[in-house]
């Protein structure tokens, strides 16, 4: 974890694009734990702590140099991936109640043998076409299909971001996975 401060800080200074350091810099992060086997899949994403901690993050970057700055900024990158996957570990526990509780809610509103398959969908892609559903090979008719969003939809667990037109299939969003993804109201 030393070294990928060390890693992470030297690409900041360096800096040698004019566009995208930042985002390059906190891509390495998780490819990094990816590499060095720390992570099952290279999905860590340490923006939200940098950015809500954003004053002290620049200033321990260009602080270094100074007597005692690289010790200050590794406990600083220390603590932001501590935090973050702390804060990344309550938001999956928060997602997989989420799936269990609605589980039960579709099977009671949907009365059919399609709802968890339905519900891996949703999970899947929260923001979709009501068309792409029956592409998949556990999903039934597009009628069925349509009965059950509708059913969803007037139980808001869905909602219409764009009515149907023509040849144009209504989207829909899984509200409240979206905005508990974002740790924010998007819809």
Not at 130 to 153: D, K, Y
Not at 157 to 162: A, S, Y
Request: some cysteine.
């Amino acid at each position: 974890m030393v070294q990928l401060a060390v890693v992470h800080a030297q690409f900041e200074i360096i800096h040698p694009f004019l566009d995208g350091n930042g985002r390059l810099g906190r891509i390495l992060v998780p490819l990094f734990l990816h590499e060095k086997q720390l992570l099952s899949r290279p999905m860590f994403c340490l923006s939200s702590y940098l950015e809500a901690n954003r004053d002290e993050y620049v200033d321990r970057l260009r602080d270094l140099g100074r007597p005692g700055s690289w010790d200050r900024w590794i406990s600083f990158f220390l603590r932001a991936v501590t935090e973050q996957a702390k804060a990344n570990s309550a938001k999956a526990r928060t997602i997989m109640e989420l799936y269990e509780r609605l589980r039960t809610k579709l099977i009671e509103l949907t009365h059919s043998r399609y709802a968890v398959p339905l519900l891996d969908r949703l999970f899947d892609q929260p923001i979709f076409q009501s068309n792409q559903l029956t592409r998949h090979g556990r999903m039934p008719s597009l009628p069925t299909v349509m009965q059950m969003l509708r059913r969803l939809r007037k139980a808001n667990i869905l909602k219409t971001v764009r009515k149907a037109s023509g040849r144009r299939a209504e989207i829909f969003a899984f509200v409240e996975l979206l905005n508990l993804c974002e740790g924010k109201k998007v819809m």
